[in-house]
């Protein structure tokens, strides 16, 4: 496959890729992510491991978890607790305290690009869900990139105060197992650049998420602790930021839902996935109109 964003074409490369995510998510696991394994086909015969045979891809071996404890699961039935928020930013601020720091520019460009791409789905919010959905968008991407260029010279700034990392880069709820120890897994090895990225875009991700699930709560709960033990929100340009990055968060969660509407061929798939576009709408749009409010005060 190859995509504007990674490229694993070549068997080479997903070697590469294997040895990567095996390295870079040992960094949060212990005994979870095991050894990358070729695999070997011999005539019609496909086998992973050691053995004869040509090698025509590669898998990584892992552990398996009980799915059961997956948070996402966990926070529809209820059953996520400000304890469990307690135990995920005493792990989050040990592994960002030690994180390597990443001296590299913010691209604002290549950001506004990010952010502006969810006009590829504008015609289908209308169609599906009006035009004051379509308008709400509208609205929002234009005031965009003046925001984020008003805030500009303090995310440079805290790029030299040492806030930008190499972290996980996809820190949602389903890449977090709640077990007795919080296991989070699953980062992004397929483009340094998604992971590089500020402590509040990292952590702008599980707060949105912890929202769109109706846990406001539980989202203080993880900043208000995570903060304590990790303090990098320090002015009020930082919390203008730290809202950027939620809402920029959501906006891509918005635009991947209404690509699966998209693509769904039964209709109770894409009932499934348009509500979820319309929850994601009405997050995008708050977070935008809570920036508006927050800039004029």
């Not at 979870?32 to 898998?59: C, H, Q, W």
């Not at 998420?209 to 709560?217: F, I, N, R, S």
Request: charged share 25%; glycine share 4%.
């Amino acid at each position: 496959m190859r995509f504007s964003f990674a490229d694993f074409s070549a068997l080479s490369q997903r070697h590469f890729f294997c040895d990567h995510e095996l390295m870079l998510n040992r960094r949060l696991t212990q005994d979870m992510y095991l050894s990358v394994l070729p695999v070997l086909r011999t005539g019609n015969r496909f086998s992973i491991g050691k053995g004869n045979g040509e090698i025509v891809d590669y898998a990584l071996c892992m552990t398996r978890q009980d799915n059961t404890r997956q948070m996402n699961l966990l926070l529809e039935k209820n059953e996520v607790t400000p304890t469990h928020m307690a135990q995920l930013a005493g792990i989050l601020t040990a592994f960002h305290q030690k994180a390597q720091r990443v001296d590299l520019p913010f691209d604002l460009e290549a950001k506004v690009r990010l952010f502006d791409d969810l006009r590829s789905v504008t015609d289908f919010l209308e169609r599906h869900l009006g035009k004051t959905a379509r308008e709400k968008v509208e609205e929002a991407l234009t005031s965009a990139p003046p925001m984020l260029q008003r805030v500009f010279p303090r995310i440079k700034e805290r790029i030299q105060l040492g806030f930008r990392i190499d972290g996980h880069g996809d820190l949602h709820s389903k890449n977090i197992f709640l077990l007795k120890e919080p296991v989070i897994f699953d980062c992004i090895e397929f483009n340094d650049s998604f992971r590089q990225i500020d402590l509040l875009d990292e952590i702008a991700f599980l707060c949105m998420d912890l929202e769109h699930y109706g846990k406001p709560d539980l989202a203080s709960c993880f900043l208000d602790d995570y903060l304590r033990q990790m303090p990098c929100m320090l002015t009020d340009e930082d919390t203008l930021i730290f809202l950027f990055f939620k809402w920029y968060r959501c906006n891509v969660r918005l635009k991947v839902n209404a690509l699966r509407a998209l693509q769904a061929k039964e209709t109770t798939l894409f009932q499934h996935w348009l509500q979820a576009v319309r929850e994601y709408l009405d997050q995008f749009y708050g977070y935008f109109l809570e920036l508006k409010a927050r800039e004029s005060s």
